[in-house]
Structures are given as structure tokens and as C-alpha cells.
């Protein structure tokens, strides 16, 4: 039989919710409730008091949930006590804040499983993404318009879109909920103590605006509420890349005066590639919600809320970097002198040195980025009847992101002999993670245009045509979710006290394009290069002088490009196809829910009885290009395509056993499943090309690795066991132990696999017989393993010590979580190592908070860590980068005064300071080329982003 068209059933859902309202609406006309007298509204009234609001608010939430919860709430209409959500949600126990390039936290890891296995909900409604996967970029929330959020870390039936590790459902305020109308108008500067990193792009300065409105009409049968944020805060960031420690001398590296190693017949290990950088990040988000609330009767309830972001970025950056690998293309042979080494167990570091020759080049870069979400979502509830009541749900989100990243490259050259100028250097690397420097022996080496040019400087070598001298990469990503659902609920008598019914229907579509044009230079009338730099596109220059360089050139690349002086040309298909895709989604639930509330054997039982049935069906569409990039063919872009469509019955229960006597315990089973990344179910492959090795040589006429999506993945799947004891003590004070294992019984790995190589492009070298069969790394689904931990966490008033104490208080949690499961590396390109640990889980976390509040006055310091970590993020380039992380600490303060009396009653005085130790980011990697001891770790990437001081007032009214 044929179905119907999706659109339509979403119609017929939508009608189906306005007729419900409109029928509701009427009745409760006819039988609108007498206006309640003075007493009952004063009755109804909240009074709204801070940091011990906020937390008696998440203690009652946590206590009087169902499942096993951790909730935020907000200390005031607009004051959430952190910088946004994510630093909120990082502090609480069994969740870690991972920080991004600009030191923001913007994804939040669950139970030690990465970010893409938690579910994301705004107002219980599955959320759009703004990157070319699931997990939701926590930094598109302004915090002043989020009034709660609650962590599911275990399922609830009625909730549709959950995640495998856990759910955060934002909530935005509801103006019923409170008693009168209230105004609250809230303004903040704020200062990175790394100052201006580059000029002209935003200052060290930035600022921080809020207004909310909420009242009620109509006898409070209507509430309304708007709320607009402004954020304009700028990121300083100091970056430097340890590519690379390694002995190259027995490959035949180019070089003399090493100093010999200590230990073997090596030399000292040398910074093989190095890269400094330095960045200014202009951040600037408009937020917006609007909520108007209707409840004309205890039958009837109805609202419709609208959120919207608009997050614009432009990041100006320079970097310098060096590569002693390029010796050998550069046909040079530099001299080392002035070494100072370091012995760290068997291997000898040549940590200082100064080197005649250094083939380095100095990029330019400029980033523009623009998010733009909005999310709307209707939902009504009627009362039937005594015992039922029917609730509809209609929500649409959508996310457009839209970025330009610019870059061109240059180096030293020598005009009247037309050659590439290699200058000499002196470096202090040391091998602990401290300050790292490449100093210029030559105070102009890198900053005077007349000494220098554009292009790819021999030695580099990244690009074989001579004309490249940068690039311009425009991804786009178009995210859409539509969903309707409806419910049924019953009151029960007995065992179950309350049924709930429903249907869901969701259908996402996501849009991933990966744009690139290169940037090549012109010719002139002699048919050479025309490598100068236009006078009109130099800008003042890098002052980086934090990594031992005082000047270096910079350019305006968006100029550059736009004064014509150079060429656009179209990139390389087999690089920009990899990455494209068209994935759709149509997911049907089906879910019920029984809620218990019983006493027995002389305690208090409640909890749920809960089964979800659900039925995905996706599709997908990609390219591939079986053409030769260096003479592009469209007619050889083919487009694939693919799909599957899976069912899956979750069942789950939730049990509460309360003691009467401020003990509770928990136990929660579930089933659950998270379903795969968008980007890895794209039908898309790159093209794999011969290497260029010569003929007879090991590795003669092998292929590169292509990378390919695998539309016919189905989801991670886990059985889940916790159990929680709590103890409470009053409104804010609590303790809590709690233990969970989570079983995967499917994972998702990238797996090496071999394909056909007949119809790729059979280029090679002279003499060389391309192999038959090429690599392909693609993601498959396998076997799992298991996730288990233990959480603490515990608030406690000062007052319930001693009465001298009180409005003191402190809130801590700690976590410790372990793995079995390995993330496999088949790509020996990548990393040596075969297993990398579960990506997202740090080993240990933990966090303290201690505040006071009284008579007005209020102050809080919290820090949060968590232990090393793998992370996988995805660059500019939208490819995978996996990284082994340090350990991270972060430490803020804050302290408040708001009068309570007087003219200056409602106005509150804040001072902040975040990042207070100025603790880098910082990553390890292993040692490359001949090492005595090759699995000793070096640092990485290290990025400092300074030390952010706020200081705001906020007037309520």
C-alpha cells in the first residue's frame, strides 16, 4: 500500500494541534476559573535569591526527578553563575568540558563517551548542530537566556532524541512560572590580559548586553517573555605546534655540528618541524527568545517559544613555520652550533641551538565565520477528561553555517637570482611544555616585503604547482530538523499512578559542502612568476615576539584576493568530494511510559516502566572523482549514493526508593542508542593516487589511502545499569554515590579495507606498475566493549555546622571512569599507534565550588579538572584530527553586591575573572625518525589564551 508523503503527515500533525487548541480555547471560555484572590497569587510568588537560589533549585530538580539527573539552574531571570552554559554543565559530576582553538568550551563530553554519543534538546526538542556532525556546539547559548538545563543520565521514555551516554535539555524561562512582571537589564566589559595578539581585528576589550521581559495578562492566563543578548568578546590566542622531535641523521639529513645522543650512535633529537602562530578572534553573537504562554484553565495549557542565534567570527592570524625536512629539496646543508641538549631517560634533546640555514616560510590568515539558528517549537496540552489528557508538539530547527578561510604564503627570496633566501635562527625548544622560541638572527628577515615573496618556498613543498601560493576554503553546512509528535497520558490508580502514549516523527536533513579555490600567482610579459607583494595588501606587522619573533610580514589576504594581482582557480576535486554529502533522515517512535508511586515494605517506590520503539531510515549522497587533479575533468565527478533503514526496541526502567528519612536510592536500566555521525554516513570517497616512489624501490606503485563515508551504518547500541545513594540534608545540602556500567553492543570503527584500483587514474613514475588493489579506510560496524565509573558529588551550608557559618557553602564532585573499548587507528599516515583510547574519556575528573552569599553580598571560586583525554575535532579542512590531550584545570571567580533596599534597590554589581592560572591547552604526541626510546611523549600544539577580567552591573525592575 502506498504511504503517504512525509510533508503531509506533518500537516495533518499540525492541524490536528490547531484544532486542539482552538477546541480547548473555546471551552475554556465558557468555563473560564474565578480570578484568584490576594492571598492565593501572593501565595504563588517566588522569590528569587542568587547562588543558593540556583542551587536549592538544582537539589529539588535532582531530588524529585525519576531518573538519575544533574541539573543547573539559573541564580536570577538572565544569570546563569558561568560565562555560558558549557562551563556550567563542565562542573557537574560524570561531565567534561572540552576547550576549543579560541579556549571556549563548547562541547561536553557525558560519562566519558565523546561528545557525538549525547543527545542534545531545547525545551525537550532535538536540536540542530552547527558542524558537520551530531554534537551540538554548546557556545551558540547565550547563557543569560537558558533559565535551567537537566542531565539525563538515564533514559526516560517520554523524552525522544536522546543520547547513548546521556541528554541535556536546555530550557529557556517559563513566564508563567512566575509571579509578577519582571525586567532585568544586564551589561558587562571584559578584558584578555594577552591584550591585542593583531591589530585592527577587535581589541583586548569586549562586552556583554542582556534585556529580559516577563509578564503576565489576562489574569495571568497569558504570559509573555522576550530576552536579547549581545555578545562582542574577543580571543587572544598564542599557539605554538611541536610538529615533530626526531634523529634523521642515519636517513641522511642534510646537516653538521649535531651533538652526538648520549645513548646509541645517533644524534641529539631535533625539532623537525616547528610552527608558531598568533590570532585575534573577533566573537559576536545576537541571541533571542520569545515565549507567550496561554493557560486559560487547569484544562488547557499551551505555549510556543522561538529561539534564535546569530554568531558571527573573524580571526586574523600569522603563523611561521619551519621544516629542517625541507634540507633535502632545498639542497641545503646547514651548520648547528651553540647546541644545549637535555637527557630525558635514553633520549638526548637538542633543545637550544643556532642554525646557519632554516627553510621557513610566514602564512597570513583570515577566517569568517557565520552561524544562524533559529528553533520553534508549539506545544499544547488538554485535559479530556478526569483522567485524560492529550498533548501535541509541532518543532522545527534549522542552522546555516557559512565560513571563508583565506590564506597566502611567502618566504625570504633573492630577486636578482631569483632563489628562495634561507636565513639562520637561533631555538629554544625545551621538551617540558615551557615557552618555545625560533628567533630570526636577522631583526628583518621576515618582516621587509622587498626581501621577501609569495609562494610555496622550496623545502616546503606542499603543492607541486609552482604558481600556489595559498588557498581559499568556503565549507558550508545546512542542518534542518522538522518533527511533530503526539501524546496520550492517563491517571492510574494503584501500582501506576500515570500512562503516557505517543508518536514521534522526525525527519532531519544535513548539507556538507567543502569548498576550495587556490590561489596562483600571474605571469608576467616574460612568462616568469610575478612573486612580489603589492605595497597596497602589507598591513602592520605580527608582533610575535612571545615566540622570539619581533616582526613578520603580514598581508590582507581578502585584498590580495579582491585587487585582482593574483589567479582563483578551482580546487583539486579528489580533495573537496571526500567531504561532501546530502544525508536524510526519517526517524518514527513509538513510546510509552508507566510512572510508579506506591508504598512498600514501608518505603516510598515511584520510578517508570518505559519502551521505546523506533524506526530510522536514512539516505545518502556523495561523490567521486576518478579524475587526475592536476588536469581536472568534471565528466569524471561521479555521484554515489546509498542507504538503510534499521528498527530498534529500548526498553528502560527507572526505580526510586525513597526511606522517608532524607535517604534515597536509585537503580536504572535501559537499552540505548545513539545514532551514527552524519559526516561518516556520507557516500562519498576520495580518490587514492600513486606514490611517487621510484622504481625499484619497497614501496614502488602503492596507493595512497582513500577515506569513504558508509551510508548503511547503523547506530552505537548499549545496555545500561546505574545505581545511585543519596543523602539530603535541607534544601541545598546533599551527598551522592554513584555507580554505572554502560555495555556497547555495537561500535562504529574505521576500518582499513582494500578496493579495485582499475579505475583510478593510473599515473606513476617512470617504470613503476601500479598495484591492483588500493587502501580504503572507511567506518564499519563492529563489536563494542564497556564504559563503567564511579561519581561523587556533594553540596553542603556552612549554616548546618555552625551558625557562625552561615552563607558559607561548598558543591564538589569527582569522577572515575575506565574503558575497555580502543578506538582503532588503521592509518599508519596518521599515527603509529594502532589503539587510541576512547575518544572523549579523561580517566579522572573533579570540580569545588565554594561560595557565600549574604546580606546582599556574594562570592564563588570554582575549578574544574579533568585527567589526559584523546580528542577528535574536525579543522577547517573538515577533517578528522586525533589528539592526545593533557590534563586541563581551569580556575574562575566571581564576586557580587546587590542592594536589597533603598533607591538602589534591584541593582547588582559583579566583578569576574575566568582562566584566573592561564593554564594552556596542550596535547602529546610520540617521537618521529630514530629515537632510543620511541614512546616517550613530547608536547604538541600549546595554546594560551589569557586571562578574561568582567566587570557588569545588572538593574532588575
Same mark, same amino acid.
Given at each position: 500500500?502506498?504511504?503517504?508523503?512525509?510533508?503531509?503527515?506533518?500537516?495533518?500533525?499540525?492541524?490536528?494541534?490547531?484544532?486542539?487548541?482552538?477546541?480547548?480555547?473555546?471551552?475554556?471560555?465558557?468555563?473560564?476559573?474565578?480570578?484568584?484572590?490576594?492571598?492565593?497569587?501572593?501565595? /504563588?510568588?517566588?522569590?528569587?535569591?542568587?547562588?543558593?537560589?540556583? %542551587? /536549592?533549585?538544582?537539589?529539588?530538580?535532582?531530588?524529585?526527578?525519576?531518573?538519575?539527573?544533574?541539573?543547573?539552574?539559573?541564580?536570577?531571570?538572565?544569570?546563569?553563575?558561568?560565562?555560558?552554559?558549557?562551563?556550567? *554543565?563542565?562542573?557537574?559530576?560524570?561531565?567534561?568540558?572540552?576547550? @576549543?582553538?579560541? #579556549?571556549?568550551?563548547?562541547?561536553?563530553?557525558?560519562? @566519558?563517551l565523546s561528545p557525538e554519543f549525547s543527545g542534545v534538546l531545547l525545551n525537550g526538542r532535538e536540536i540542530v548542530s552547527s558542524n558537520d556532525s551530531r554534537a551540538v556546539e554548546y557556545d551558540q547559548f547565550p547563557a543569560e537566556l537558558v533559565n535551567a538545563a537537566t542531565i539525563y543520565k538515564t533514559p526516560d521514555a517520554s523524552l525522544v532524541g536522546q543520547g547513548l551516554s546521556g541528554t541535556v535539555n536546555i530550557q529557556t524561562l517559563r513566564p508563567l512560572s512566575l509571579g509578577s512582571r519582571q525586567v532585568v537589564v544586564s551589561l558587562r566589559g571584559e578584558r584578555n590580559s594577552n591584550g591585542t595578539m593583531v591589530p585592527g581585528v577587535t581589541g583586548a576589550t569586549g562586552m556583554r548586553f542582556s534585556a529580559s521581559y516577563v509578564d503576565q495578562f489576562a489574569n495571568r492566563t497569558l504570559g509573555v517573555a522576550v530576552g536579547f543578548a549581545r555578545l562582542d568578546s574577543p580571543s587572544q590566542t598564542k599557539q605554538t605546534e611541536l610538529v615533530e622531535y626526531g634523529d634523521y641523521t642515519p636517513y641522511g639529513l642534510p646537516l653538521t655540528g649535531n651533538a652526538p645522543s648520549k645513548v646509541g650512535t645517533g644524534q641529539a633529537l631535533l625539532p623537525m618541524y616547528w610552527t608558531a602562530q598568533t590570532a585575534t578572534k573577533k566573537n559576536l553573537r545576537d541571541g533571542l527568545v520569545a515565549v507567550v504562554e496561554y493557560k486559560p484553565s487547569d484544562d488547557l495549557h499551551s505555549q510556543v517559544d522561538l529561539y534564535y542565534s546569530k554568531f558571527k567570527t573573524h580571526e586574523v592570524a600569522g603563523k611561521w613555520q619551519q621544516s629542517l625536512f625541507g634540507n633535502w629539496s632545498a639542497g641545503i646543508t646547514p651548520a648547528m652550533s651553540n647546541i644545549t641538549t637535555e637527557q630525558i631517560g635514553n633520549n638526548t634533546f637538542a633543545t637550544g641551538a643556532t642554525i646557519s640555514q632554516l627553510v621557513a616560510n610566514v602564512g597570513s590568515m583570515d577566517t569568517r565565520r557565520t552561524d544562524d539558528i533559529v528553533a520553534l517549537g508549539w506545544n499544547t496540552s488538554l485535559k479530556?477528561?478526569?483522567?485524560?489528557?492529550?498533548?501535541?508538539?509541532?518543532?522545527?530547527?534549522r542552522d546555516k553555517r557559512n565560513e571563508r578561510y583565506a590564506e597566502a604564503y611567502g618566504g625570504g627570496y633573492d630577486y636578482a637570482n631569483k632563489a628562495w633566501t634561507y636565513g639562520a635562527y637561533r631555538w629554544n625548544v625545551p621538551t617540558n611544555g615551557d615557552p618555545q622560541t625560533f628567533t630570526p638572527v636577522l631583526a628583518d628577515q621576515l618582516s621587509n616585503p622587498a626581501k621577501m615573496a609569495f609562494g610555496d618556498v622550496a623545502g616546503m613543498d606542499w603543492v607541486p604547482n609552482e604558481a600556489w601560493l595559498g588557498a581559499i576554503r568556503h565549507p558550508e553546512v545546512k542542518d534542518e530538523i522538522k518533527s511533530a509528535r503526539i501524546s496520550l497520558e492517563r491517571s492510574l490508580d494503584g501500582f501506576f499512578s500515570h500512562l503516557t502514549l505517543g508518536l514521534n516523527y522526525t525527519e532531519r536533513g544535513k548539507d556538507v559542502a567543502k569548498n576550495e579555490d587556490r590561489l596562483l600567482m600571474k605571469k608576467d610579459a616574460n612568462g616568469e612568476f610575478i612573486r612580489s607583494i603589492p605595497t597596497s595588501v602589507v598591513q602592520q606587522p605580527f608582533d610575535m615576539s612571545w615566540a622570539g619573533i619581533p616582526q613578520m610580514l603580514r598581508v590582507d589576504v581578502p585584498g590580495l584576493v579582491a585587487s585582482g594581482a593574483i589567479t582563483l582557480e578551482e580546487g583539486q576535486f579528489s580533495k573537496w568530494v571526500a567531504n561532501n554529502s546530502n544525508v536524510r533522515e526519517k526517524v518514527r517512535t513509538a513510546f510509552s511510559k508507566l510512572d510508579i508511586d506506591t508504598d512498600l515494605w514501608g518505603l516510598s517506590l515511584r520510578g517508570n516502566l518505559g519502551?521505546?520503539?523506533?524506526?530510522?531510515?536514512?539516505?545518502?549522497?556523495?561523490? &567521486?572523482?576518478?579524475?587526475?587533479?592536476?588536469?581536472?575533468?568534471?565528466?569524471? *565527478?561521479?555521484?554515489?549514493?546509498?542507504?538503510?533503514s534499521y528498527t530498534d526496541v529500548l526498553p528502560s526502567i527507572n526505580l526510586v526508593a525513597d526511606f522517608r528519612n532524607n535517604w534515597i536510592a536509585r537503580l536504572g536500566l535501559a537499552t540505548s542508542i545513539v545514532r551514527p555521525n552524519i559526516v561518516d554516513m556520507r557516500a562519498g570517497t576520495s580518490t587514492p593516487a600513486v606514490n611517487g616512489d621510484a622504481a625499484g624501490t619497497p614501496h614502488a606503485g602503492e596507493w595512497t589511502t582513500a577515506y569513504a563515508g558508509n551510508?548503511? *551504518?547503523?547506530?552505537?547500541?548499549?545496555?545500561?545499569?546505574?545505581?545511585?545513594?543519596?543523602?539530603y540534608f535541607g534544601k541545598r545540602s546533599y551527598v551522592s554515590l554513584?555507580?554505572?556500567?554502560?555495555? %556497547?553492543? =555495537?561500535?562504529?570503527?574505521?576500518?582499513?579495507?582494500?578496493?579495485?584500483?582499475?579505475?583510478?587514474?593510473?599515473?606513476?613514475?617512470? #617504470?613503476?606498475?601500479?598495484?591492483?588493489?588500493?587502501?580504503?579506510?572507511?567506518?564499519?560496524?563492529?563489536?563494542?566493549?564497556?564504559?563503567?565509573?564511579? &561519581?561523587?558529588?556533594?553540596?553542603? /551550608?556552612?549554616?548546618?555546622?555552625?551558625?557562625?557559618?552561615?552563607g558559607f557553602g561548598v558543591i564538589v564532585s569527582a569522577s572515575k571512569l575506565r574503558s575497555s573499548i580502543k578506538d582503532q587507528n588503521p592509518d599508519p599516515t596518521v599515527s603509529t599507534a594502532r589503539d587510541v583510547p576512547l575518544?572523549?574519556? =579523561?580517566?579522572?575528573?573533579?570540580?569545588?565550588?565554594?561560595?557565600?552569599?549574604?546580606?546582599?553580598?556574594?562570592?564563588?571560586?570554582?575549578?574544574?579538572?579533568r585527567s589526559p583525554f584523546t580528542a577528535t575535532t574536525r579543522d577547517i579542512f573538515l577533517n578528522n584530527t586525533t589528539l592526545q590531550q593533557a590534563a586541563d584545570k581551569v580556575a574562575d571567580m566571581q564576586i557580587g553586591y546587590a542592594f536589597e533596599e533603598g533607591s538602589l534597590k534591584g541593582l547588582g554589581l559583579t566583578l569576574q575573572v575566568g582562566n584566573i592560572y592561564d593554564k594552556p591547552t596542550m596535547n602529546y604526541k610520540s617521537l618521529g625518525g630514530e629515537a632510543p626510546d620511541k614512546t616517550q611523549?613530547?608536547?604538541?600544539?600549546?595554546?594560551?589564551?589569557?586571562?578574561?577580567t568582567t566587570v557588569g552591573l545588572t538593574y532588575k525592575f
Open positions: 500500500m502506498r504511504q503517504p508523503r512525509p510533508a503531509l503527515r506533518l500537516t495533518t500533525l499540525a492541524a490536528a494541534s490547531g484544532l486542539l487548541f482552538a477546541s480547548a480555547a473555546a471551552h475554556a471560555q465558557v468555563a473560564a476559573p474565578a480570578a484568584k484572590d490576594k492571598d492565593t497569587q501572593q501565595l /504563588e510568588t517566588v522569590v528569587v535569591k542568587g547562588i543558593r537560589f540556583s %542551587l /536549592e533549585t538544582s537539589v529539588a530538580t535532582k531530588r524529585n526527578s525519576d531518573s538519575i539527573v544533574e541539573a543547573i539552574s539559573a541564580e536570577d531571570i538572565g544569570k546563569l553563575p558561568d560565562a555560558s552554559i558549557a562551563e556550567s *554543565l563542565a562542573r557537574l559530576p560524570g561531565l567534561t568540558g572540552q576547550r @576549543g582553538p579560541d #579556549g571556549r568550551v563548547n562541547v561536553i563530553s557525558i560519562r @566519558g479530556l477528561n478526569e483522567n485524560w489528557k492529550a498533548v501535541t508538539d509541532l518543532s522545527y530547527s519502551l521505546q520503539v523506533v524506526h530510522a531510515s536514512q539516505s545518502s549522497e556523495g561523490w &567521486e572523482y576518478r579524475g587526475n587533479d592536476e588536469m581536472p575533468d568534471k565528466s569524471l *565527478l561521479f555521484k554515489r549514493t546509498g542507504g538503510t551510508p548503511e *551504518l547503523k547506530p552505537w547500541r548499549a545496555a545500561g545499569i546505574d545505581l545511585s545513594v543519596e543523602r554513584a555507580g554505572f556500567r554502560k555495555n %556497547l553492543l =555495537s561500535y562504529i570503527y574505521n576500518q582499513l579495507t582494500a578496493v579495485d584500483a582499475s579505475g583510478f587514474p593510473q599515473v606513476a613514475p617512470p #617504470g613503476v606498475t601500479p598495484k591492483p588493489i588500493a587502501p580504503m579506510i572507511q567506518p564499519r560496524n563492529g563489536t563494542g566493549g564497556k564504559v563503567e565509573g564511579i &561519581e561523587f558529588a556533594a553540596a553542603l /551550608e556552612g549554616g548546618l555546622l555552625a551558625k557562625a557559618l552561615d575518544n572523549g574519556l =579523561s580517566g579522572r575528573s573533579n570540580s569545588v565550588t565554594l561560595y557565600y552569599e549574604r546580606d546582599g553580598f556574594s562570592a564563588r571560586f570554582s575549578q574544574r579538572y611523549l613530547m608536547p604538541n600544539y600549546i595554546r594560551y589564551f589569557g586571562r578574561t
